[in-house]
């Protein structure tokens, strides 16, 4: 008999033939308001099995591609520096044998442990970033490692005019502020995102979709959610967009599965995934 | 003192009267994801004191029209047969008075059982179909009466070219594949469905609505939620074509209440049903 | 050490100061279908620390301007009448320092007690009102003070051609006849807003805002939840149209926060609070 | 085909055959804390069917015993005076057919209506009073008709020495003041009761049970928990124990079912309920 | 890098080093009132690491122990017969290699599967069964595979006085009278179990526990709760009674786990897994 | 108008009046199973005003004590030793005005910022600790500063012999080898608590009560549950008992109010927390 191996659907492949490697991060010690995007990993990975593997918008099936689920990392709570080192070795491990890493988390923040590696081995890194919210603060509650102001952190690794948002309709004054020199910010939508994509062709691009971008109607499992999002439509022709792009790393994260009992969120991720690895993995063959 | 009578709202017509009548099938037995169809009619049933009997979209009243409640069936639980026959008596009853039988499901496969005594009485009978997933297995985990299969089954009895599909965005691949040679599949909307009503003028149809066809935002109380459904009113425009027809039978499913516990899904389970009552009506009148 | 202060966000200036005073109205006696609206300014004024003070929409910030809040009533459960004495009495205290109120409900027949207020120092009163149901009975289970007879016992105020309804999309077949003399009422949509704000510039007006105009897929927290509903930017477009008028007093309500447990109906409450708020205000400056 | 008649569970007997007449009384206007005790009478005889007709503690079954079940009232919300007058008519109307009422509350208050009509055909009438709240204010929230204040009502009516609580663990230190020269007060269990029976043998007995009085352990879903309440058990045996006297009407109050989504709160009152009918039952035979 | 293991905490030994082999049953597709014991097994796995290995009560722990967590049967919704199947070949196959078998239900009728393999192997067969419901009817709507008539299945086989149950509180009248004839019934409690143990030693026994056996204050995460059983204390001790017999087959079943989402059921059913497993193991050795 | 200002129930005296001052550290980031006690506070002090400020246990009342509420502390996540020194600067800042600090937590690791202001006024400082889990890891996931190692850090300070444990039943086994050495551990109950009294006599006693230390029938919404507690019974009379010593400081913690939606873990939390404050309050006059 077996062991009980438990991977997404669909997701099943050795690790050695695969292209791209699935992990969650299962972190939200610096989430101030509402916790719970530690549950998403696991919470996607159980319901996955309820979702079908062939794609009806890309007439293409997850079971031709070669995919491995390494499982969810176990990330220390309360010591933040230390999660987010666990995050990139494991980065790193995918990155060193020629893979995109795609982690699951966890909290936003968890972006910059990833970051921090794709960057060490793509120091022309660009990002391609969708959110609600602009996440630029320096620090916050006294903390410069936060949910909110991971995209501040990855700027400091890449630089003025290498991250570009998507989507954002909140945060201070002062963020959209200092946001204006050094990032480029599309508010509440996705327009202009074909120019971007014509303009990143070619270069190392990470993709970091913090799923509260979507409308809280059809995405309500988050621990802030924003209304006035973009529709789930509007956001899967925008990955189609981007997975053109020559993507060397990419999460999804900010679902908080126990905040929708329904199970409508886990769901929407789920496909959200499904989409994302299909669109990307297509462009690799 | 009277007996405590209780029927969806409007509905309080005696049975010789009445030109629509209602019951409910409780059946989820063969749902493999989450269950919980089988409290849809009783849970419609209660909260149908909250909506009008008036419907401000057609200008009609409830209380103008002859409807009967004829309450819950008593199906069993785990022989899926003899639900099945259960449900084909009841269907049988109503048509042999020449009413109108409009079930509230229960999983989608209880539209077998109300389909087996309707294309008895009308062998050239036409389906027209709205929901999120193609139902077009063969088989479902050794099964083939199930949930997933039940249009295969429909399709055993009327044969190619009978079933009308909308609004389908989730399914196998083998069942895309096969539909294209047996159904007729409109996926993601509503497109084409004037040209089908006009094609279906006069001839018997039958009408199953998996409430699923609607977008989650709206509809998160169903046990396999897809997104990117219709929305309401691209709903309720829909059914106000279909009614047209000559409807011989009708049914509303998947509507599984306790998963949204906002209450939302089921208040608009009810307005749904509401207008499909009054649309179906007047047309016979 | 000082006492425990609690006020809506960046709403802590002093009475004296300010320009917009928000009071608390939880009752929900009358609410005749799912209570809860009572929870409503104890649930927003608590999670207002997860919303920001900026608003992207308006360029403005709630920490620039000067708004007071004056906590919640703490009325009479059962005694319909001593309940709504006790709202005219706060409306009128703040009336009498010209301020201007914004009363969050609470079930909608809370508007009667600060309408009544505000009526007695503007006579020539017009009220705006965005809703999902009329609310025009005259009684509601044998009482004349109920949520669904709210709008006739303005209507005994300020009588014929003041009361311009949006969105209504609920209700009685009388209630919509007998509005057709009484009333202007626009039904389902803001349709022919622009029009009625040109009409009604310079009077004095009155908003209320039932925020069950909303559609229930992204606000699903509230008692009598009607499908087919404006979208939260349709709201907030009409907001703005609004508040360019004479507001001399206003209100939200019907939000019931438990009854959404994900939180969503909650944030999106406050959203709309803070950008009435930051729009009305900069009107007046 | 028949209409669709749904009563509790065993309690389907003709009016004029019965001895136990059932009613609901769906009324909680003035709960000042959390409300849903209104939902309690529809979901208990909803779920009445998850329960066995045979009790093996008193190795009886319902199914041998006649009581009728005449549905719920419909009560105004808003107006509590027209409310228990609803109340107190349906009550004589039982009684004056010489049949035994039993109220499905509803809060408290609505017992009042009850003893109102009783207390006229029975002018000595004695209460038996389990409850984990005094209900002895004179007024609350500047209303003299209260849950709060329920049985300082009962005793304007019956006077001194006739209402004898149990359980009583929660009140203001001036109800507990009041209540030693006015009723008789056992705190937190059921002590004292047997002598209690003794010394009220042959005499009208009222007997309301709140089912507060249990501990929230077993009975989570009540608008004012009380920790340090009895068991079942122990309020199964007190129950038995006060079945033995000439009990001329009951009522059972305060289940608020949607506060426990377990659904074990509704069926621990319907058990309760049960015991009480059959205990009731098998003394007048 | 590694696929992604999933077992039960502290059961993670390899299958031919091991005593106890567990398996999931995620069936329920005979329940008739509440589904959801499908989740049973997802859920324990998962919230297995919120639980110690260590056993203060044994003063011992798991990780000195060999179990093998074989995961989840998929099992056929809507075709019982077929399900009964699969898990009586997962029970031999267990059997076969000389190891107990451990199943999570499912609702109660999976035990009529791995009674069936056990009793081929040991006729002379003898049960113990914890319980708050008999389960001894004979059929149920219809159905002679029922949940509610699994022990009258389970005594076709082995016959008359083989069956000991205790702690039944629940049943039709029917059920106790067939049951005095042809098992041994304990009502409420588990008084006489001392003697049964001290009677059935040596022989052959399968072990039965349906967790509805405890009070729900304390696991109401059931399908029926039925108020007054055993509290988690007693249902130690009275496992640690039983563990000392020859048991050659067990079972743990009916946690729904989303009926309770305060998580404590599933945490009970957890403890009361990893204590049955220790007092078993430790007995072998 | 006055500012809204929101205490606890009865507690609002000034700070220089009082002789208990209670302030909320709502922190939970190294919480490695289930967040959420960060609400404690928030929901206890809004819930408070569902209780009586009258103890029928000690029959006396709040408002006749002078109890400061200091609010709640803003706290950083993610930074737990910047978080530790915000709670130490506030208990100290308590006892230098010679007051008594009641803490309501926030995960058990809160403790250790408030012990260590108060084992720097009392050097000699004992530690009576109510809880379920043991705490005495020395790490935990990598860290030391952890809800698991909570009493480790205290012993660190106070060192041997100093800490007495009561009602612990889970742990790993090294936290029990390890603590026979170093603190006293009373399994399961409150057997010997007695004597633990007298001998304390005295001395400085920190009190700390980790409210899982219940049992979860009673007290579900709490991170990790541990069946087998002490009844609320039990609690009450230890507390009575403890409050017999020089408690210089204490805290009552891991109530995660939105893991019990029944609202009965909060309502507990108050009663437990008023008995404690006036058993406390009146050993000083």
Chains 1, 2, 3, 4, 5, 6 share one sequence.
């Not at 991977?7 to 308001?33: N, R």
């Not at 070795?89 to 995918?94: D, F, G, K, L």
């Not at 956001?235 to 967009?241: H, P, R, T, Y």
Request: hydrophobic share 40%; proline share 4%; with cysteine.
């Amino acid at each position: 008999m077996q062991k009980n191996i438990e991977t997404f659907l669909g997701c099943d492949s050795e690790f050695s033939d695969s292209k791209i490697v699935i992990f969650g991060a299962p972190f939200d010690s610096t989430t101030s308001y509402r916790p719970g995007t530690r549950f998403a990993s696991r919470y996607m990975r159980a319901e996955s099995y309820g979702l079908e593997t062939y794609s009806p918008y890309q007439d293409m099936d997850l079971e031709d591609m070669q995919i491995f689920d390494s499982g969810d990392l176990e990330l220390c709570f309360g010591d933040t520096e230390m999660a987010l080192s666990d995050i990139e070795a494991r980065t790193q491990e995918i990155l060193d044998a020629d893979k995109i890493p795609l982690m699951i988390g966890g909290e936003h923040l968890v972006t910059l442990g990833a970051v921090r590696a794709v960057f060490k081995k793509y120091p022309d890194l660009h990002v391609v970033h969708f959110d609600a919210h602009a996440d630029l603060r320096d620090e916050y509650l006294g903390a410069h490692l936060s949910h909110a102001s991971v995209m501040h952190r990855v700027w400091d690794m890449v630089g003025d005019g290498k991250i570009y948002q998507f989507g954002i309709r909140s945060g201070e004054r002062g963020e959209f502020q200092w946001g204006k020199d050094h990032v480029i910010t599309q508010k509440f939508n996705f327009d202009g995102l074909c120019d971007v994509v014509e303009k990143l062709k070619g270069k190392p691009v990470y993709f970091t979709i913090d799923l509260d971008v979507l409308d809280p109607s059809i995405f309500p499992g988050t621990g802030t959610p924003e209304a006035g999002g973009v529709t789930f439509t509007d956001l899967l022709e925008a990955i189609f967009k981007v997975s053109k792009l020559n993507i060397v790393g990419m999460d999804m994260n900010e679902l908080a599965p126990t905040l929708d009992t329904s199970g409508v969120s886990t769901a929407v991720a789920l496909k959200i995934m499904r989409e994302l690895m299909i669109a990307v993995y297509k462009e690799r063959n």
